[in-house]
């Protein structure tokens, strides 16, 4: 039996703070310290919406667009991450539109994406994987004819973990863990637009970097982008246990 400490993720940070605010989410009430998210009074309230650049030890960055949620009385669709709790707010979170905008998201993600998951030394433990199971996605529409990264060239050269390019979605979690929770600021994003892609400096590999192989980076990243070679060589852990760092 796969034994395994899953701790419930919010989403975004807890915030403290002496002001209460209640809203309407999905038709329930809900009260939350001012200054919390909406995706973060969502969770607390039993509602978890999708999401994949955000995580609860980071600061939120809204760039994926999986957690658009409806809010009543205003236009477009705000990152729940991103968009502060108000009070008397109405929010809707999963409506048939919100669900094919989410779907429509995630067929971008999966079409410059390897398609082995089987084979993945992240597969089981692979959140984009969950979130292609979240949104319904069975079918993708779009091949690989065009421009994509799926050759991109793998860097194994940190004794610790490996790099694979062909795998990033560019979330942007492990340069906000490098930077936000080790306090290296060892990765950047390098190019953009399509270019764009995690780099540990100008065009060098890890070993040389500014790296100094915390793992900060490897336990924010939602995919097998950055992966432990010990993981790649044993498979998944069949349990965890709470200890502490020695590093």
Known sequence: MLEQLNEKDFGTPRRIAEQEVTLEIDGMQVTVAAGTSIMRAAAESGVNVPKLCATDSLEPFGSCRLCLVEIEGRKGYPASC??????????????PKLQALRKGVMELYISDHPLDCLTCAANGNCELQDMAGVTGLREVRYGYEGENHIHSQKDESNP?????PSKCIVCNRCVRACEETQGTYALTISGRGFESRVSPGQDQPFMDSECVSCGACVQACPTATLQEKTVIELGQAEHSVVTTCAY
């Open 160 to 164: 610790y973990f490996t790099y694979d």
């Open 82 to 95: 991103t968009t502060q709790v108000e009070r008397g707010m109405k929010v809707r979170t999963q409506t």
